[in-house]
């Protein structure tokens, strides 16, 4: 198992000011020095946080994983087959969203994803990642396609508001990584997890290997800084 940082929010935080200041890629750095096994970035179509000069310069400088989160426009593909990232994650993408908001639905992207998305990045050395929730249906057409990971949206589970509905989706992951793993994808995961809920998702699924974080763990470092912070994170995912 190990921790990808995603990065967007100190970025949102630079483009309140329009300067260049707190600087994404200076963070990556310190995430990675840190001991992050690498870094994720959305490039959203409006481009309200990361922005296309940031993803040449994290290219350049970022030394472990590069993971390059993306809505499968034609425009994003162009760019994710210059920069060559180590992995890219397909995920949906609303214009009115605050974030992403679940998962891709398989039956609708399966025939899009098949002719012109999976065909663009062959032999390009790219491992692809759906972002999905824990539906067998989504997960199944996602090894039909040929994916190499899945990452489980992991939103629903942070979000419960009752015992009983966290255990609900727990389950739910629980199966969906047992699925994924049986069908020899890798098993990511990610979304609204932070220092509480981690313990208990990494104690319940199986399987899992990148998890993704971004909005808690930026948050907290403007009280702990970056490197305290990811560090804390390191702690809990320690010999899983
Ligand atoms: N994984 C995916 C696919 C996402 O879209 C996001 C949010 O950008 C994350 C992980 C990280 O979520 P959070 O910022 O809530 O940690």
Redesign the pocket.
């Known amino acids: 198992m190990q921790l990808l940082v995603?990065i967007?929010?100190v970025a949102t935080l630079r483009n309140a000011r329009g300067e260049g200041f707190p600087s994404p890629i200076e963070a990556a750095k310190i995430c990675e020095d840190a001991g992050a096994a690498g870094i994720?970035f959305?490039l959203r179509g409006d481009r309200r946080h990361i922005r296309d000069e940031d993803v040449y310069e994290l290219k350049k400088s970022v030394q472990g994983i590069l993971d390059f989160?993306m809505a499968a426009t034609d425009e994003m593909i162009r760019i994710c087959k210059e920069v060559k990232p180590e992995l890219c994650?397909l995920?949906p993408e609303g214009r009115e969203e605050l974030?992403?908001e679940g998962g891709l639905n398989m039956k609708v992207v399966y025939d899009d994803f098949e002719q012109r998305v999976f065909p663009a990045f062959k032999d390009t050395g790219i491992l692809m990642s759906l972002?999905l929730d824990p539906n067998p249906e989504d997960i199944e057409l996602a090894a039909k396609l040929g994916t190499d990971a899945v990452?489980l949206?992991t939103?629903n589970f942070?979000n419960a508001t009752s015992k009983s509905e966290q255990l609900h989706e727990l389950e739910r992951l629980q199966k969906g990584a047992e699925q994924i793993h049986k069908l020899g994808m890798t098993v990511n995961a990610?979304?609204?997890?932070n220092l509480n809920n981690l313990p208990v998702l990494i104690n319940s699924v199986p399987h899992l290997q990148d998890i993704?974080?971004?909005?808690?763990?930026v948050s907290q470092s403007l009280f702990w800084g970056l490197e305290r912070t990811v560090k804390a994170y390191l702690e809990i995912m320690k010999g899983r």
């Open positions: 995603n967007d929010h994720v959305h989160e994650t995920v974030t992403t972002f990452e949206h939103g942070a990610g979304h609204g997890l993704s974080i971004g909005h808690a763990l």
